[in-house]
């Protein structure tokens, strides 16, 4: 019997990176292609994508990509996609999505890509595949839900969301169209699951205007620097609205700052007079009370604007007991230590913070529980599988969802890699594919692996240690020069270094030189014999890295 296959590249079990491909029979579609923070554990990272070997095993097939929206966890590892592999099929998205694309692709110099504008509503066919997109409101513009079509199966996915009934664009999620569609009956219901463990609703985005104008009003004499989100144009537009009742210039800070409202303004998605906005460089020139500064960095990352303000290493700005810094984010779990980092900065220099526990200058994008409920009870499918969180999610998910009545042998826990066929008799789980996550560090796509980051992570921990031994042609050992790198500071530890010779002397010890002995044995004897003479004296365990020199 044909079945819909629905594969799973990334965005479960995980933050970020999300990914599903559909097929059936010869046809692909692909919905988002994200990216993702590095962890903790791979130092040196600058990003993680997915790994789409199962689409390039089968790159003939791919009819489509489609997004759902503009966060980077949906479409920043497509740009990598295109240009590692060469694919060219079209992509559809909303006109902000594709704007910010738009900016992606230049930055990596990708050219001739096929981008057509979809609006709510907009029908696409794409081999067996039929895909509309349905308005929904999220966290950026231009935010969509598919309900995808194919022979066998009718999949309604919910991409991010919320129900926002006081929507800053005025447009509400299109709940009328979803009922309407649940009519024609869902086989496939894939919902998000990021905040399924907060009870009730999420609060509406205008309701952070209320407060942000209630700083405004309380700051009258300080400068106000407000962190959030670049994608955020609501979030953002209401800040310009702002400075301007109270008649402040603007100035913003942030390279993806700079791009994304680039991009916004272009397609009339973020609305200005020309004349509010200052260039950064121009502030030390305007009062404190004349001026609002947007900045990205509300997730602490080390590089970033905020961040380098807090530190004292921004020269463009420097923070003072003048200053109130409005971080306008929740962190993303795993960010908190930076984020608090930050916010003890800025306080030990004297500014005035206020951020998301001390007052409501923060909305989530994303459904909270009951939202989750109105849109399955809405949607009535018969299969269920939960999408977008962590493992906790999506159990929890399943679970709220059994609680509704829904037969729990028509839902699945989605694993990266799993294939699942779906058709409107049953649901099951097929061979796993090939998926997870590939490292880009610098221009470098997936030439980080896992020896490389283990090298990274001692070379962090413990240093380097260097021993370069030289020996003479008659098989005597002439000399022995330690250097340390993020070990020990050699000048204060004299009798350590000697020991470290002495011990890589010993290890070279009984073996006659004078033949062509292979120097990897002697690299592993002095390697093997200092780890565990280091690891008695001084328990640390640097990378022990031999150097033979024959003179």
């Not at 009370?289 to 807090?310: C, H, N, Y």
Request: aromatic share 6%.
């Amino acid at each position: 019997m044909d079945t819909l296959k629905v594969i799973f590249l990334g965005g479960v079990g995980e933050i970020g990176k999300n990914i599903t491909a559909f097929e059936y029979r010869n046809d692909i579609i692909v919905v988002d292609c994200g990216s993702a923070f590095p962890s903790i554990d791979m130092p040196g990272v600058d990003l993680v994508v997915p790994d789409v070997s199962y689409l390039i095993d089968n790159i003939h097939k791919i009819r489509g990509f489609f997004l759902t929206h503009g966060h980077e966890d949906h479409i920043g590892g497509l740009p990598y996609l295109l240009k590692q592999f060469g694919i060219h099929a079209p992509i559809y998205a909303s006109n902000l999505t594709l704007a910010l694309l738009e900016h992606k692709f230049k930055e990596h110099k990708i050219e001739n890509v096929n981008v057509n504008i979809a609006q709510k509503n907009t029908v696409i066919k794409a081999g067996a595949f039929s895909v509309e997109f349905i308005k929904v409101s999220h966290s950026i513009s231009g935010s969509f839900a598919l309900y995808i079509q194919c022979p066998v199966a009718k999949v309604f996915h919910t991409g991010d969301f919320k129900i926002d009934y006081n929507p800053i664009d005025g447009e509400m999620i299109d709940l009328r169209r979803i009922a309407e569609l649940s009519k024609k009956g869902i086989t496939l219901l894939l919902s998000e699951s990021t905040n399924i463990e907060r009870p009730g609703y999420s609060m509406s985005e205008s309701t952070v205007g209320k407060s942000l104008y209630n700083f405004f009003v309380q700051n009258t004499k300080r400068r106000l620097i407000v962190a959030t989100f670049a994608s955020n144009i609501h979030r953002i537009q209401q800040i310009i609205d702002l400075a301007q009742k109270f008649e402040r210039k603007v100035a913003f800070s942030g390279h993806s700052m700079h791009n994304v409202l680039e991009a916004a303004s272009k397609i009339g998605e973020i609305k200005y007079d020309k004349n509010q906005i200052v260039d950064l460089e121009k502030t030390k020139k305007i009062d404190d009370d004349k001026l609002v500064i947007i900045t990205t960095g509300s997730q602490g990352e080390p590089m970033s604007a905020l961040t380098r303000m807090a530190s004292g290493e921004f020269n463009k700005v420097k923070i003072t007991d003048n200053d109130t810094v409005i971080i306008s984010a929740s962190p993303i779990p795993g960010n908190e230590k930076l984020v608090y980092n930050v916010i003890n900065n800025l306080y030990q220099k004297g500014a005035k913070v206020i951020y998301e526990a001390l007052a409501d200058v923060h909305v989530s994008g994303h459904a909270f529980r009951e939202e989750l409920k109105l849109i399955y009870l809405l949607v009535k499918p018969k299969f269920f599988i939960p999408v977008h969180g962590e493992i906790r999610h999506l159990k929890q998910h399943m679970e709220m969802i059994a609680d509704l009545g829904h037969n729990p042998k028509h839902m699945l826990m989605p694993q990266v890699g799993n294939k699942i066929e779906v058709c409107s008799k049953f649901m099951k789980r097929s061979d796993n594919v090939t998926a997870g996550n590939v490292l880009v560090d610098g221009a470098g796509i997936g030439d980080v692996g896992a020896e490389v980051l283990r090298d990274r992570r001692r070379l962090s921990e413990d240093g380097m240690l260097l021993v370069i031994m030289g020996i003479e042609q008659g098989g005597t050992v002439s000399s022995v020069d330690v250097i340390t790198r993020g070990f020990i500071y050699a000048r204060e530890s004299v009798d350590l270094i000697e020991e470290i010779k002495r011990v890589s002397i010993n290890s070279v010890n009984g073996i006659d030189l004078k033949v062509q002995v292979d120097r990897e044995i002697l690299k592993n004897n002095i390697r093997k014999n200092l780890r565990n003479f280091l690891n008695k004296k001084i328990k640390r365990s640097p990378m022990i890295l031999p150097i033979i020199i024959e003179n």
